[in-house]
């Protein structure tokens, strides 16, 4: 099983619950609110985190070290190779391990990308699940070659919520900026050669959340 370190990349995710709660989540000021976390999280099942300071313009939280599963997304541009990439994964829940295990589905789906700073191209994306509770002491092992199982070490996750249903890559760039700027308010500068995005929603079904997403070491 690999070892591997969400760092820090492009841009946003917790306050304390309640104020998370009390203020819905902090985001999407323009646009569609998103749904708050806490709804989502009492629905599915979602990474255990602990709460950290925040500010009315971001989350941010700590996630606890977690076993992920994971596929290559082969051209991040592409909404057929972003779906390949989610299949792969479902497959695996859906059987397509060593045991033959139906898992149950988690929130979010994370994709997350690595970008060379100097010539800000994206070199590598990569799409995860994160894996349930009930199997992270031993993930059964994946039968396919191009899904593998990942170790996310605690971190610190800054991030950015918004309710669209479909957002466009002008409106996830945006949504980056924002982030960033909030965060450079505050005094804490992104790395940027690694940053994530988010869903915690069936798209196009209800309430919607996206979140745009930092790294950060404890």
């Not at 391990?97 to 800000?120: L, R, S």
């Not at 995860?128 to 990942?150: C, E, G, H, M, R």
């Not at 996750?157 to 466009?168: E, F």
């Amino acid at each position: 099983m690999l070892r591997f370190t969400l760092l820090v990349v492009l841009a946003v995710t917790v306050f304390a619950v309640e104020k998370v709660v009390r203020m819905n989540d902090v985001e999407g000021r323009r646009g569609r609110t998103p749904k708050p976390l806490d709804k989502i999280c009492a629905e599915i099942e979602c990474p255990a985190f602990d709460s950290a300071n925040g500010t009315d313009d971001y989350m941010k939280r700590i996630l606890h070290e977690s076993v992920w599963v994971g596929t290559p997304l082969e051209n991040y541009r592409s909404p057929s190779a972003m779906r390949a990439a989610f299949m792969r994964l479902f497959r695996y829940i859906s059987g397509a391990n060593a045991d033959g295990a139906k898992i149950p589905m988690t929130a979010p789906v994370v994709t997350v990308y690595h970008m060379n700073t100097t010539t800000q191209k994206i070199t590598s994306a990569h799409t995860y699940f994160y894996v349930p509770s009930a199997f992270q002491a031993a993930p059964p092992q994946p039968t396919d070659d191009t899904v593998q199982l990942v170790t996310f070490e605690r971190q610190l996750v800054y991030s950015r919520a918004i309710g669209d249903r479909y957002p466009s890559e002008a409106r996830w760039s945006k949504t980056f900026q924002e982030l960033i700027a909030s965060m450079m308010k505050e005094g804490v500068t992104p790395n940027y050669s690694v940053f994530a995005t988010a869903g915690y929603t069936r798209p196009g079904f209800g309430q919607q959340r996206n979140e745009a997403m930092y790294f950060g070491e404890v």
